[in-house]
């Protein structure tokens, strides 16, 4: 970055009332994306007694919303290089308001895996979606910690879901029993999400197209107006030339555009992007936001200490989130990954200790004695704290923002498959190897992936902290154009 660059980009004026407001309306997505992941926590038990399914058929149940999560998440970045950042935002909540009601008039297994596999779409296309139309609206100065704002939102919803079903199971007395309206509680839990959803719709009605978009695609005088409305006119007219320089204007970014124009292969910068967005999930998470009631239940909890539990987990992922976003912008990226790897694999390796060393009763149920079960939800909500204070939130805005303007789109759509691909895998195989090799031994693999994560972000993780998107544009151009001429 030239000297003149960095005075222009600590000089930069913003509206930080209109940045923060554009930015919490894309984050409302991430409010859903999390709701939707939560909510499933508190219904595991009863869909299974419902629905009459064994071990293999409740983790699909729970699952399902991930294959669609993989479909929603690849598309939601190619069409939203074809069609706009906020039309596709605006298709991804009417399709959550779809999912939640169809998933609570579910009367089998098949009806609620396709209204879970339709709710996915939405899921996976928020979560690309946000990062995407936050990174290109933010100043640089600030982009980490308004980005940051897509995981904040995520773990909120998280909590809301939490919340919810924890007081609607407080009313009826089980997520099985019948609360309102000749309805089980588990169906309430699905429709409480309507609420949000239908709020998402309307106020995206009053935010402008992503002006980086708008450039791509040859309407420059609209980028022009979107940066003016968030700026001032002479810097606005600056970022519309420094954006042209990053793009191919009037022509769409597209798929192919992650392939090298230098030397024909996939840039190297989106497989750095799909290690990040599976090494998040294989230290298992979701894990304990999808299965959090099943797990402590099978550590001896009852169904209502689990609950609460997992509001304990949501009220402490919410806290550390606020840590990550005092400090994404000042610290960097790259140090938060790289204390988080090592915080989260200790913690694992914690509970793996204390669930491996635990006995069984006369009906074969996981016992902790003594104080350990109170220590393994010490460490339980210690992993939660490293994670939310590290991976949860700067993935997202690592992958919104390391990429190039022409192939951001792309990229992320790669990466969503990638993320939420082994965010199925994980979720998936969770209630096998509980079977089968007791929490013990899954948490103690979850725990090797920390220390892997931490070396991979060491050797291959640049920092992005306070860059324009436009001078790591054009920095990874030039080292892919040297590297292919050497």
Same mark, same amino acid.
Not at 231 to 245: L, M, R, Y
Not at 310 to 338: C, E, H, M, Q, Y
Not at 394 to 416: D, H, I, K, S, T
């Given at each position: 970055?030239?000297? =003149?660059? %960095?005075?222009?980009?600590?000089?930069?004026?913003?509206?930080? &009332?209109?940045?923060?407001?554009?930015?919490?309306?894309?984050?409302?997505?991430?409010?859903?994306?999390?709701?939707?992941?939560?909510?499933?926590?508190?219904?595991?038990?009863? #869909?299974?007694?419902?629905?009459?399914?064994?071990?293999?058929?409740?983790?699909?149940?729970?699952?399902?919303? #991930? !294959?669609?999560?993989?479909?929603?998440?690849?598309? @939601?970045?190619?069409?939203?290089?074809?069609?706009?950042?906020?039309?596709? +935002?605006?298709?991804?909540?009417?399709?959550?308001?779809?999912?939640?009601?169809?998933?609570?008039?579910? %009367?089998?297994?098949?009806?609620?895996?396709?209204?879970?596999?339709?709710?996915?779409?939405?899921?996976?296309?928020?979560?690309?979606? $946000?990062?995407?139309?936050?990174?290109?609206?933010?100043?640089?100065?600030?982009?980490?910690?308004?980005?940051?704002?897509?995981?904040?939102?995520?773990?909120?919803? !998280?909590? +809301? @879901?939490?919340?919810?079903?924890?007081?609607?199971?407080?009313?009826?007395?089980? $997520? /099985?029993? /019948?609360?309102?309206?000749?309805?089980?509680?588990?169906?309430?839990?699905?429709?409480?999400?309507?609420? &949000?959803?239908?709020?998402?719709?309307?106020?995206?009605?009053?935010? &402008?197209?992503? &002006?980086?978009?708008?450039?791509?695609?040859?309407?420059?005088?609209?980028?022009?107006?979107? #940066?003016?409305?968030?700026?001032?006119?002479?810097?606005?007219? @600056?970022?519309?030339?420094?954006?042209?320089?990053?793009?191919?204007?009037?022509?769409?970014?597209?798929?192919?555009?992650?392939?090298?124009?230098?030397?024909?292969?996939?840039?190297?910068?989106?497989?750095?992007?799909?290690?990040?967005? *599976?090494? %998040?999930?294989?230290?298992?998470?979701?894990?304990?936001?999808?299965?959090?009631?099943?797990?402590?239940?099978?550590?001896?909890?009852?169904?209502?200490?689990?609950? !609460?539990?997992?509001?304990?987990?949501?009220?402490?992922?919410?806290?550390?989130?606020? *840590?990550?976003?005092?400090?994404?912008?000042?610290?960097?990226?790259?140090?938060?990954?790289?204390?988080?790897?090592?915080?989260?694999?200790?913690?694992?390796?914690?509970?793996?200790?204390?669930?491996?060393?635990?006995?069984?009763?006369?009906?074969?149920?996981?016992?902790?004695?003594?104080?350990?079960?109170?220590?393994?939800?010490? $460490? @339980?909500?210690?992993?939660?704290?490293?994670?939310?204070?590290?991976?949860?939130?700067?993935?997202?805005? +690592?992958?919104?923002?390391?990429?190039?303007?022409?192939?951001?789109?792309?990229?992320?759509?790669?990466?969503?498959?990638?993320?939420?691909?082994?965010?199925?895998?994980?979720?998936?195989?969770?209630?096998?190897?509980?079977?089968?090799?007791?929490?013990?031994?899954?948490?103690?693999?979850?725990?090797?992936?920390?220390?892997?994560?931490?070396?991979?972000?060491?050797?291959?993780?640049?920092?992005?902290?306070?860059?324009? #998107?436009?001078?790591?544009?054009?920095? =990874?151009?030039?080292?892919?154009?040297?590297?292919?001429? =050497?």
């Amino acid at each position: 970055m030239s000297d =003149q660059q %960095q005075v222009s980009q600590e000089n930069e004026s913003y509206s930080l &009332p209109r940045v923060i407001f554009l930015s919490f309306v894309a984050a409302i997505g991430g409010f859903l994306f999390g709701f939707d992941s939560g909510v499933i926590n508190g219904t595991v038990d009863a #869909l299974q007694i419902a629905f009459d399914s064994d071990a293999t058929g409740t983790g699909f149940n729970v699952a399902s919303v #991930l !294959l669609g999560c993989v479909v929603g998440a690849f598309f @939601a970045g190619t069409l939203a290089d074809r069609f706009g950042r906020k039309p596709m +935002m605006l298709v991804a909540g009417v399709v959550f308001i779809i999912s939640a009601w169809g998933s609570g008039i579910s %009367q089998g297994s098949l009806e609620f895996v396709i209204y879970r596999l339709i709710g996915g779409l939405a899921v996976g296309a928020a979560s690309i979606l $946000a990062p995407l139309y936050i990174s290109e609206i933010a100043p640089a100065k600030i982009r980490g910690r308004l980005a940051t704002l897509q995981q904040l939102m995520i773990v909120i919803g !998280l909590f +809301m @879901a939490f919340m919810s079903n924890y007081s609607l199971v407080g009313i009826s007395g089980g $997520a /099985e029993e /019948e609360l309102w309206m000749g309805f089980q509680t588990w169906s309430w839990m699905f429709w409480v999400e309507i609420l &949000p959803a239908a709020i998402f719709v309307i106020v995206l009605l009053f935010v &402008p197209e992503s &002006p980086r978009y708008l450039v791509a695609s040859n309407q420059s005088e609209k980028a022009l107006k979107v #940066l003016t409305s968030i700026g001032n006119a002479t810097q606005a007219a @600056a970022k519309v030339e420094d954006i042209k320089s990053t793009v191919r204007e009037g022509s769409r970014p597209k798929l192919s555009d992650i392939i090298s124009k230098y030397t024909g292969k996939i840039h190297p910068l989106v497989w750095i992007g799909i290690g990040i967005a *599976v090494l %998040q999930q294989l230290t298992g998470i979701n894990v304990i936001f999808y299965y959090g009631a099943t797990l402590w239940q099978a550590a001896g909890f009852t169904e209502a200490d689990a609950l !609460l539990t997992n509001v304990i987990g949501g009220s402490v992922n919410i806290f550390f989130t606020f *840590v990550a976003i005092v400090l994404i912008d000042k610290v960097g990226r790259k140090p938060l990954l790289l204390v988080g790897s090592i915080g989260q694999a200790v913690m694992l390796a914690v509970m793996a200790y204390l669930f491996g060393t635990g006995t069984l009763d006369a009906a074969n149920n996981l016992v902790l004695e003594g104080n350990n079960g109170t220590y393994a939800l010490i $460490a @339980a909500n210690a992993y939660i704290a490293f994670f939310a204070a590290s991976w949860g939130p700067v993935m997202w805005v +690592m992958l919104g923002e390391m990429f190039p303007n022409q192939y951001r789109g792309a990229a992320l759509a790669v990466c969503g498959i990638a993320q939420w691909g082994s965010n199925f895998a994980i979720t998936m195989t969770f209630p096998i190897m509980l079977t089968y090799l007791g929490l013990g031994v899954s948490y103690g693999v979850y725990a090797l992936f920390g220390l892997v994560a931490y070396f991979f972000v060491k050797s291959l993780v640049k920092e992005t902290k306070g860059r324009t #998107l436009e001078d790591m544009s054009r920095e =990874q151009d030039e080292e892919e154009r040297k590297h292919a001429t =050497q």
